[in-house]
């Protein structure tokens, strides 16, 4: 900064000579500040980048994770998953179809020594497949794993989360197709005894101890699997497609009465995860798509039970509507024909409830770029906060749905410029809906972007609030006993 000078013409020596506009204590006090700010500039530069430095350089520890979760599976043994896989191929079929889509498999006599044998291609088994899916994996050696964000650590102490690798839907599914008729009792019930054989390992280790469970992973896709054991699993978290199934039948029983609250003990969007359901139908991707002829299009049972009453109400106000297909069906493979062809020449594919709140078809509708017509007052879905659903679906009010010609107008109001956005931010997220990896077994690289990644993502984002519940549950007063209670959404 220049010192300010002047000339003074007027000086009684006549010589004209200059002196300072300023004294010198205040030229000292400038000097001064000057170089407090020199000072300070040359301190705040150093800090800024000694800084960035060490955030760049700082232990793992100190930030938070973002690029993984720590994951022990528990040392369950192999008849409690990969082998209940062999159980199932020892069958000749499953009577529950009409035609066996497992005869091809079944027909090459999958050995005894094969270590990952294929999971059923039936659709009602298939349809819940993400155990299979997230334990492959978890069982890919550690140089095919580099894209998954869960990493397996071999201590539980080093484990965010504790994986029970237990295919509870495949078990339910074989006593279902076995005897059913027991399905719901003890006395001669082979996945009751397995759903007590894991209980019975996983509450004797050290890790469910320290944590009550809390931390401890289960894959529960299909709404009955673990039924007999439900409340001993209730503080863990539960990777479930929705909160239908015994999780709504036993709400009852809770003393819960607040509309704002979840109306279940088993399940909540706190510590639980909606995953999806396996889609049956190809991906359809944007640049095949065609020309669309049809409105709407549905395929599946008419009647329904519980919140799937809804369901066949719709069905006789829109059936008879131009430009509308309700067609009824069982999904074997001449069922997956039509809907293929249905989905992929109609606008907008139908998604009302049936016994549980949400199905597969939802996600067949999106690998087939269908824009999804959500008819639900209150639903669930996967990886909302990383997925805004509303950018690629229709929602609507079960009330407005009930009202004669309203949805059909409804859709017909949408613009082709409104449907074509559909479907463009549709294409985008088919990918996050996708479980197979296209290995045998399911064991090798998994896709960045797909269902598993995107399941673990969820799990990590819960882990503050369960880590917070366990030690809460450790200052507990001994022989204090808090009743479960319902959560907030």
Not at 128 to 136: P, R, T, V
Not at 228 to 234: M, N, Q
Not at 390 to 400: I, K, P
Request: proline share 6%; hydrophobic share 40%; with cysteine.
């Amino acid at each position: 900064m220049p010192l300010i000078i002047m000339k003074n013409n007027n000086s009684s020596n006549g010589n004209g000579t200059f002196t300072s506009l300023f004294s010198v204590p205040t030229l000292f006090l400038l000097f001064t500040l000057l170089s407090i700010l020199s000072l300070s500039f040359f301190f705040f530069s150093s800090s800024t980048t000694t800084t960035s430095h060490l955030s760049q350089n700082a232990p793992l520890s100190l930030q938070p994770s973002l690029s993984s979760i720590n994951v022990y599976v528990a040392d369950l043994p192999r008849s409690l998953n990969y082998d209940l896989l062999h159980l199932y191929w020892s069958f000749s079929s499953d009577s529950r179809l009409g035609s066996d889509s497992d005869l091809q498999i079944r027909s090459t006599h999958i050995p005894k020594t094969l270590k990952f044998p294929p999971y059923p291609q039936n659709p009602l088994i298939k349809q819940y497949s993400a155990e299979y899916w997230i334990m492959g994996d978890l069982m890919t050696p550690p140089e095919f794993r580099s894209g998954s964000f869960a990493k397996r650590v071999f201590d539980a102490r080093d484990a965010d989360v504790v994986f029970v690798p237990f295919f509870a839907t495949l078990s339910a599914e074989l006593q279902l197709g076995m005897a059913k008729g027991v399905f719901r009792k003890k006395v001669g019930n082979d996945d009751y005894l397995r759903q007590r054989e894991v209980m019975g390992f996983v509450k004797n280790t050290e890790a469910w101890k320290r944590s009550g469970g809390r931390d401890h992973v289960f894959v529960l896709t299909d709404p009955v699997a673990m039924w007999h054991v439900k409340d001993e699993i209730a503080p863990a978290i539960l990777l479930v497609v929705d909160f239908g199934g015994w999780y709504r039948q036993d709400s009852k029983s809770s003393n819960c009465t607040s509309s704002e609250m979840i109306q279940h003990t088993q399940v909540s969007v706190l510590k639980d995860v909606i995953v999806p359901y396996t889609h049956l139908l190809p991906r359809l991707h944007l640049s095949e798509n065609q020309e669309r002829h049809n409105l709407l299009y549905f395929k599946g049972a008419k009647h329904r039970h519980r919140g799937g009453l809804v369901r066949e109400k719709i069905w006789d106000l829109v059936v008879n509507e131009p430009g509308v297909i309700m067609e009824e069906g069982f999904p074997n493979a001449t069922g997956r024909e039509q809907s293929i062809r249905g989905m992929r020449t109609s606008e907008f594919c139908l998604n009302p409830a049936g016994d549980t709140p949400t199905s597969c078809r939802l996600f067949d509708a999106i690998q087939s770029l269908c824009i999804p017509v959500i008819v639900s007052d209150d639903i669930e879905l996967p990886f909302e906060g990383m997925v805004d659903y509303s950018e690629f679906s229709v929602f609507v009010a079960v009330g407005d749905a009930l009202k004669p010609s309203w949805l059909v107008n409804h859709l017909k109001s949408f613009s082709k410029e409104q449907k074509d956005k559909f479907r463009q931010n549709m294409a985008r997220v088919q990918s996050i809906f996708v479980y197979d990896n296209g290995h045998p077994g399911g064991i090798g690289p998994i896709p960045l972007d797909g269902a598993v990644n995107h399941i673990w993502k969820k799990v990590h984002q819960k882990l503050p609030m369960i880590k917070e519940a366990i030690i809460r549950e450790k200052r507990k007063p001994p022989g204090v006993s808090v009743p479960r209670r319902c959560h907030c959404t």
